[in-house]
């Protein structure tokens, strides 16, 4: 049997086989039975397949959905920006060790250049335009705000991974003092989120409480 592959697109994708982002072909064949090493009768058609450039090993098509190391990186910094705004904007910017902590998380995310300045005025920008300077729970367009940010990004990460995430908010309300009902109610709709259960976003939140 003999297959006849055409390309019908291409890309980067994270390979499995490899480990890492390389470049991919999208292919679909026909296949034909062999007599005598000449493809004679057709017998259908296969795939559609995704071939990796470099190690050439072939994937159902659902392996696209696996984002990119870099795709997954910059989903990683924007849900860090997002968690932290929105923790922010509970009213946290007032107080330096809060600032402080957040600033912090950003760099660690890869917002190298993110300064507390420029956080105070975005998070005040940000309660302008939504009304949210006298919201006394987590508004709905910043709860879909967080839904958006870490909801795609959390079948990817590993358990561990989405506490880790949640951690970092918790560790920046608590910077100023005992969670307020306004950054817990945030940091639960974070966690439901990241898919972390309600039970687990207890024991987290109540973990960050302790020093390590």
């Not at 795939?47 to 098509?61: E, S």
């Not at 987590?138 to 839904?147: F, Q, T, V, Y």
């Not at 990817?156 to 817990?184: F, V």
Request: glycine share 8%; charged share 20%; net charge negative.
């Amino acid at each position: 049997m003999h297959t006849a592959w055409d390309t019908v697109g291409d890309g980067e994708f994270f390979c499995p086989a490899c480990g890492g982002d390389r470049n991919y072909q999208r292919l679909t064949g026909r296949r034909r039975f062999v007599l005598l090493g000449l493809p004679v009768v057709p017998r259908g058609t296969r795939g559609p397949v995704v071939q990796c450039a470099a190690c050439q090993d072939l994937f159902d098509p659902d392996v696209l959905d696996h984002p990119t190391t870099t795709r997954l990186s910059a989903m990683l910094r924007e849900a860090v920006h997002t968690l932290v705004l929105a923790v922010l904007s509970t009213g946290g910017t007032a107080a330096r060790p809060t600032l402080d902590t957040a600033v912090a998380a950003l760099h660690g995310a890869g917002h190298d250049d993110c300064t507390e300045e420029q956080l105070v005025a975005l998070v005040d920008a940000l309660a302008r335009d939504a009304g949210r300077a006298t919201e006394p729970d987590c508004a709905p367009g910043l709860a879909i705000e967080l839904h958006e940010a870490l909801g795609p990004l959390a079948p990817h990460l590993a358990p561990a991974g989405r506490e880790a995430l949640l951690l970092k908010g918790a560790r920046i309300a608590l910077a100023d003092g005992p969670y307020t009902p306004a950054e817990r109610d945030v940091l639960t709709t974070a966690g439901c989120a990241l898919t972390i259960c309600t039970e687990d976003v207890t024991r987290l939140l109540a973990t960050a409480r302790t020093p390590s």
